[in-house]
Structure formats: C-alpha cells, structure tokens
C-alpha cells in the first residue's frame, strides 16, 4: 500500500448552476459536504487541488460567466491561490491547460469528484485514465439528475448515478468513497 503525496484533487463544476430546477430531481444530498471534507484534506496536506468551473457558451446557459449560477458553491469556494480550470465543454482536459498542468507537476495520480456524475465528472474521469492518469472517483462526493431517454423511459437520479460509476469501475477508474480517502489522513494507509 502506498500513498502518493501529490495526488492531486480535481473538484468538477461544483457551482450554483445545478440550483437551477430545470435539472430536476437530484440524488446525494451529501455531495456538497463530502467535497468539503476532501477539499478540507488536501488543504490540510499541502497537496495538489484544481478547481474545475464551467461556462456555458449560450447567454441562457446555468452557468454563463457573469451569471449567479457561474460561481462556486459555497462547499467548494477556492481560496486564494487554488488553480481553477474553466472550461466550456464536458471534460475538464478539452481546450484548457488541465493536462500541462498535472504533468508540469509531475503528478501522476488524480483524485475526481464533483457534478455531475454522468456528464463532466464521467467524461473527465474517461480521458484521466485514458492519458494514463492513476485516475480515482469519489463516488459519494459526486451526484446528478434524473433523466429520461429518447424513447421516454424515465431513469431516477439514483440510477444516473449508479450506473455512471459502475461504466467507469475498473475501466477508467478505481471507485472510492470520502471515508476511504479520508482514512488515509487518520493513519491509515489506502492505495491512493
């Protein structure tokens, strides 16, 4: 077992915008408080963190700069100092400096997390382990919608998520929870 001192933490559009009803029905509650808890970690270690922002292209986007839903819940505000990446497309590697930043780092191993779980969280998890990331998801420090598909079957929040996580175990990502990061912080040692 080992632990990796410059793990780097990515927290995904963890932002006001997904306050917006026209989401829908959301799962994990805890999300929000389980990010604050690995923030909280990371900072107290010194490690790596990059905060990931998105930015809707279309002035009627839930995230259009300048807009309310733009900003950084309060669970997961950088502090001054912290990188933050801002992206406009699904995976937080596409059009920003993300990948030069790890590897000028010399990190070797990212730690994902954030919103939603299906959409920018899963499609930065693909290309993390797809560059050759050590990639790892906290999975009850992510959360999404419920969804209905083309042909109209309805899918709950909690099937969004469950099978999202499930499409990335052991194929881009090794699937962790906040306790098991976090116990790495209390002595023990987990396979980071």
């Avoid at 300048?66 to 596409?94: C, L, Q, W, Y």
Wanted: negative net charge; aromatic residues 8%.
């Amino acid at each position: 077992m080992h632990t990796y001192a410059n793990a780097a933490l990515v927290v995904i559009d963890v932002q006001q915008g997904f306050l917006d009803p026209r989401w829908g029905r959301r799962n994990n509650p805890d999300a929000e408080r389980h990010v604050a808890a690995l923030l909280a970690a990371w900072r107290s270690t010194g490690r790596p963190l990059f905060h990931v922002q998105h930015g809707s292209r279309s002035e009627e986007g839930a995230f259009y700069p300048g807009t309310p839903g733009h900003a950084f819940k309060r669970e997961a505000m950088p502090r001054a100092g912290e990188t933050i990446v801002r992206k406009d497309v699904n995976s937080a590697f596409i059009g920003t400096d993300l990948e030069a930043r790890l590897r000028a780092a010399d990190i070797t191993t990212v730690v994902l997390c954030g919103l939603t779980t299906d959409h920018c969280v899963s499609t930065t998890t693909r290309m993390a382990g797809n560059l050759g990331f050590r990639t790892f998801l906290v999975e009850d420090a992510c959360a999404t919608h419920e969804r209905t598909g083309p042909d109209g079957t309805y899918f709950s929040a909690e099937q969004m998520h469950a099978t999202a996580v499930a499409s990335l175990n052991g194929e881009f990502a090794g699937v962790l929870t906040t306790a098991d990061v976090l116990a790495d912080y209390a002595g023990r040692m987990i396979d980071l």
